[in-house]
Each structure stands twice: as structure tokens, then as C-alpha cells.
């Protein structure tokens, strides 16, 4: 929609029976936008604002489908301000220099601000984005822009710094279910009039199989029911002829969630590649956030790769980074790629059992003390304390080795570390062994 009024979106309740569900349920109030409580809830900076009418230009940032377009249209409506909504992917610099011109005549003549939603803002260059900087400093226009990439890559940076930054989280499954039950009860503008019956639990797997677009649950939700009749269920299986394939989901809180979790880091720390993609591809059916799967990765790298691939735990990490900046669909290739990685890769525990044996010491047993030579002697009377005074520097010496005591006299011979002679550890335990040599 571009060069849209408020009067065309916001202005009044729709009437046209014809308009897609989600355009008819869109909130035209801000307790309707569920799931984004710590946004616009009460007590919340910008609910803070809109109450007292001093808006400040900003820049919505969070995934498609949580409201962003909806939220600038209802500030504009409670602050009756002139609504323009603009798409950056089409919008020239002409025309919006013909809003801006546009606005300082609303001031001047009818005392009424313009508010200009900017969305995919993200996409506007930089001279387009420079056009905006002087009118959004002098208050000519408010800009909301919006995006779903992270803005301090995407975005200019002095026009960044003129934006209160608000973030729109993903909605939860709760909140989509909240969502679709206004739609199913609201006798006005939903589906209401109806009677149309829908299991709560039902409701939630919609919310999960959409993973957190609202505007893809009520399309779905509309879908379902134009294949019953009035009164009658929606049930599971009229959903999955909707979308065309079966809606897998599990209780996140339940078994089915944790054993599937299990099976997964078991085939990527057993090494089963096809297992591994079979337990991924079982989570993502099921809604589950990517984040959690990442974690697990970056666990499974470190904890059963460790020393036999080091490049292992730099690849988990960077997937987990990846996913969370891109969200699904795309975030399944870049998780797919990090578990096969870690399935096939050489496998050592050496670095966790290491770890997990010292602790036990340090929590059970008198360590001791550090010795002398170990001490700190970067202070003035550390030698009349002997400390350092017999420190001997390895890189003195030949292979950068030299034998001399470092663990305290309790633990003089504890062993924590015990190589796994395989992978890339291979190469360090020998590396290792070959500088200890006739020391």
C-alpha cells in the first residue's frame, strides 16, 4: 500500500465482509495487540507517550506478522495524526519529498501532524534516508520506520540515532491463540456469527505451526473455516487439508519435546548424520525456537567434538548467531549445516571430563595453595615474598617448554586431562608430547 491515508486503514471499523480475515481483525486499539506486552503494555515507554500525545519518531524492529504496520496505525488514529504508509522497495525520493511538503502545509494549515510508516525501511539507501534526516530532526513528519533485519547493520546511522528503537518479538503460540479466538468470537468483524467450535489446544498448534506470524494463522484460520458449516468443529484434519501437509507438534512441555531433543544430540553425538537431520526436522515441524536448537549444537560442539575438531565450536557458534539473526524458513539451512558438521566430526569428551574432574577436587579436596614461583609479582614487595622469584619463562627455553611445577603440592600429580588420541587432538597431543621430551 503505498501514499494510504489513515482514513483508507485505520479511520473506522471495515465493513466489506469480502476483506481477508486479518485485515478485518486487524486491532485498531493497542490492548488487542497481543503478545506484545512488553512493548505497548501498560507502564511501557511508548504506551507512556501515545497517552500523553508527545510521539517521538521510531523504528519498529522484529519478525513479519507481529504487528508492526498495525501498531503505527493505531498511534496515528489515537493521536489523530495524517497517516502515510510507504513501502521503501518502491518508494522514490520524488514522492517523498511530495509527503514531506505535504506535512509542513497539515502543520501549518490544519495544526495536524503526519506520521510516515516506512516499511522494509531497510531497503531505502542512503541518500533516501538522508531525505528523511532533516524533517524527522525538526519535526516536520514522524517517522516510523520498520524492519525485519537488525537495524544497526541495515540501517543509516545518524538516521538511527534519530529513531527510538522498539522492538516487536515473534508471537508466542499463547499469543497467536489469543489472536484467533478474538477472530472466532468477535460477531462483528470475525467469524463469530458463526459458532464455530475450536479446540484451545488446536488454537496453540496453529500458533506454533505458524511460528509466529498472526497473519498467516488467521488466513489459515478463515481457510478452515470456509470447509465447515455453521457451528460445527474445526479439527486437525481440516487443518491439514488446509495447509496441504500434516501439522506435527509436540507440548513443549511435555515428553515428546524432551525425548525428541535427547534423540537429537544422541545421533549428532553418536555420529548418525541422517538421524541427526531426521530429529532437526522433527523440531522445526514443531514449531520449536531456533534458539533453543542452536544452543543445543553449540553444546554438542564443545561437550563431544571439543579438542578432535576446535573449528567445531566456531562454527556452532557463528550458526547460532546466523539463526537468530535470520529466523525461519532461512534459519533451517544454517542449523541443518552446524548439525551435519557436528555429526560427522571427530569426537572427543577429553576437554569436559578434564573440566568436570578439577571441579570435583576444588569442591572436595585442600587444594593448597599457589605456588611462589606462580604468584603474582607485578607489585612492589613481591619479591620479599618470593613470589616469582624462580618463575622460569617457557619461551626461554627450547620448544617454548620447560619442566617446572605448576599445579599446587596437594595436586602435584593429579592427571584431568586425558587425550583422545583422534581428530585434530591427534596433532596436539603429539605436538605436546613431542615438546615434553627429554625435559
Wanted: contains cysteine; hydrophobic residues 40%.
Amino acid at each position: 500500500m503505498n501514499g494510504g491515508s489513515m482514513d483508507s486503514l485505520f479511520d473506522a471499523l471495515p465493513t466489506n465482509k469480502y476483506e481477508p480475515l486479518p485485515v478485518r481483525m486487524r486491532p485498531t486499539e493497542l490492548d488487542h495487540l497481543y503478545g506484545q506486552e512488553q512493548a505497548v503494555g501498560k507502564g511501557t515507554f511508548l504506551r507512556a507517550m501515545v497517552e500523553k500525545d508527545t510521539i517521538p519518531s521510531m523504528l519498529f524492529y522484529g519478525p513479519c506478522g507481529t504487528g508492526k504496520t498495525t501498531l503505527a496505525g493505531i498511534i496515528a488514529k489515537m493521536s489523530n495524526s495524517h497517516f502515510v504508509n510507504l513501502n521503501a522497495t518502491n518508494a522514490g525520493i520524488g514522492e517523498l519529498r511530495n509527503i514531506i511538503e505535504d506535512a509542513r502545509k497539515r502543520v501549518r494549515s490544519l495544526q495536524q501532524r503526519t506520521i510516515l510508516f516506512l516499511d522494509e525501511i531497510h531497503r531505502f539507501n542512503k541518500s533516501q534516508q538522508d531525505v528523511l534526516l532533516p524533517c524527522v530532526e525538526d519535526g516536520t513528519i514522524i517517522l516510523i520506520g520498520a524492519t525485519t533485519e537488525n537495524p544497526f547493520f541495515e540501517v543509516n546511522r545518524p538516521l538511527l540515532s534519530r529513531l527510538r528503537l522498539i522492538t516487536l518479538e515473534a508471537l508466542t503460540p499463547k499469543a497467536i491463540s489469543q489472536i484467533l479466538k478474538r477472530a472466532l468470537t468477535d460477531s462483528e468483524v470475525g467469524l463469530g456469527a458463526r459458532n464455530l467450535q475450536v479446540k484451545d489446544e488446536l488454537l496453540e498448534d496453529i500458533g506454533i505451526f505458524v511460528n509466529g506470524d498472526g497473519r498467516m494463522a488467521l488466513n489459515i484460520l478463515e481457510q478452515a473455516a470456509a470447509m465447515v458449516h455453521d457451528g460445527e468443529e474445526i479439527t486437525l484434519e481440516i487443518l491439514e487439508k488446509v495447509v496441504g501437509r500434516r501439522i506435527y507438534t509436540y507440548d513443549k512441555k511435555g515428553d515428546s519435546h524432551y525425548d525428541t531433543i535427547s534423540a537429537f544430540i544422541k545421533s549428532m553425538r553418536g555420529s548418525d548424520v541422517q538421524a541427526t537431520l531426521h530429529y532437526l526436522a522433527r523440531m522445526i515441524e514443531a514449531g520449536e525456537d531456533p534458539n533453543f536448537i542452536a544452543r543445543r549444537i553449540v553444546i554438542c560442539a564443545a561437550e563431544d567434538i571439543g579438542l578432535a575438531d576446535p573449528q567445531a565450536l566456531i562454527l556452532a557458534n557463528a550458526a547460532a548467531q546466523a539463526a537468530h539473526m535470520v529466523g525461519f524458513p532461512e534459519a533451517r539451512i544454517i542449523l541443518s549445516e552446524a548439525a551435519c558438521y557436528v555429526a560427522l566430526a571427530p569426537k572427543s569428551n577429553s576437554a569436559y571430563l578434564g573440566i568436570d574432574a578439577a571441579i570435583f577436587d576444588v569442591r572436595h579436596k585442600d587444594c593448597g595453595q599457589v605456588p611462589d614461583h606462580l604468584r603474582d609479582s607485578h607489585y612492589s614487595g613481591a619479591s620479599k615474598l618470593g613470589h616469582g622469584l624462580t618463575y622460569k619463562y617457557a619461551h626461554n627455553y627450547p620448544n617454548g617448554y620447560v619442566k617446572q611445577q605448576y599445579l599446587p603440592d596437594p595436586l602435584i600429580h593429579a592427571e584431568y586431562y586425558k587425550g583422545v588420541d583422534r581428530g585434530v587432538e591427534h596433532n596436539l597431543l603429539k605436538d605436546w608430547n613431542d615438546r615434553r621430551k627429554d625435559k
